[in-house]
């Protein structure tokens, strides 16, 4: 059976599975609709897998659909990464805080992502592959993002001395103060 673990936001879950393994390799359930909903309290429908590539220190983040937002099931396949949401709901009592949980092919575990939250991901391996489900469809024109080095954000992407690698678009996020949020 698979354990859940609430992090230091309790909207935020961790889930780690059981895993059988032997000489031959390993087996899991990586989902199960009837224990992530007696697990989380939670009856959610998912729609999307998605599944992303990643070299070393590419930071993917943060971000959020403003509408047909998504609740989102990540793992790492293959890799590692630091994954980080962030509050965003207004009337949260942990608006603006965030959580964290190292993620990797070796520890095969999940982060729920509620509906309400900025998303983003720290690759750091040579390459990681990252799958995620979500509970409603991609809407670009709806995709918003904030500043993965918000200071008033404060998240320790524990980066060093290294320079994270960021798109274009996520080079151009705003702070969480100037960024569309929820109610």
Do not use: C
Request: charged share 20%; net charge negative; proline share 5%.
């Amino acid at each position: 059976m698979m354990q859940a673990e609430a992090l230091n936001i309790p909207d935020v879950l961790l889930f780690t599975p059981r895993v059988f393994g032997d000489a031959r390799g390993f087996f899991f359930e990586s989902f199960n609709a009837r224990e992530f909903s007696e697990l989380s309290g939670l009856d959610v429908h998912f729609v999307q897998d998605n599944h992303s590539r990643s070299a070393r220190h590419v930071l993917r983040g943060l971000h959020y659909q403003i509408r047909q937002t998504q609740g989102k099931l990540v793992r790492v396949v293959a890799g590692e990464a630091l994954d980080v949401a962030v509050d965003i709901r207004k009337s949260s009592p942990t608006f603006g805080q965030w959580a964290s949980a190292l993620l990797s092919a070796e520890n095969k575990r999940q982060l729920w992502i509620p509906p309400g939250f900025a998303h983003g991901f720290l690759a750091l391996a040579e390459y990681t592959e990252f799958v995620y489900k979500t509970t409603d469809y991609y809407a670009p024109e709806h995709e918003r993002g904030i500043a993965w080095d918000d200071p008033a954000i404060g998240i320790d992407w524990h980066l060093g001395d290294a320079v994270p690698l960021l798109s274009g678009k996520d080079k151009e996020n705003p702070p969480l103060a100037h960024a569309e949020t929820f109610a």
